[in-house]
Nanobody
Framework: QDQLVESGGGLVQPGGSLRLSCLVS????????IGWFRQAPGKEQEWVSW????????QYADSVKGRFTMSRDAVNLSAYLQMDKMKFEDTGVYFC??????????????????RGQGTQVTVSS
């Protein structure tokens, strides 16, 4: 079955850490790129990071650079987002999305073909 399923969200205090997972299955395993996005209440969707399947290269939004790390399982190709030194503004619904072929840009959800349902992340004291 072709699926993207996120998990690992929850409540964390400022400065804390969470690790999100994106389980990829079926035909979706043949993705070209995988990205993480987030959306906070009342705000526009924001790109967080992407990873290229062919070489594992990653890129991050300035807002998370140095705090978040995206990785991939070499066997099952699931993607992970390690979030450290979290801030209040990291609160939102996080979802993963895949692009099945090369694109000009990877920092827009509109460039991706499929996405998961999302997982809630709340940073609060």
């Amino acid at each position: 079955q072709d699926q993207l399923v996120e998990s690992g969200g929850g409540l964390v205090q400022p400065g804390g850490s969470l690790r999100l997972s994106c389980l990829v299955s079926g035909f979706f395993l043949d993705y070209y790129a995988i990205g993480w996005f987030r959306q906070a209440p009342g705000k526009e969707q924001e790109w967080v990071s992407w990873l290229m399947s062919h070489d594992g290269s990653t890129q991050y939004a300035d807002s998370v650079k140095g705090r978040f790390t995206m990785s991939r399982d070499a066997v099952n190709l699931s993607a992970y987002l390690q979030m450290d030194k979290m801030k209040f503004e990291d609160t939102g619904v996080y979802f993963c999305a895949i692009r099945m072929a090369p694109a000009h840009y990877y920092n827009s959800a509109g460039e991706y073909n499929h996405r998961g349902q999302g997982t809630q992340v709340t940073v609060s004291s």
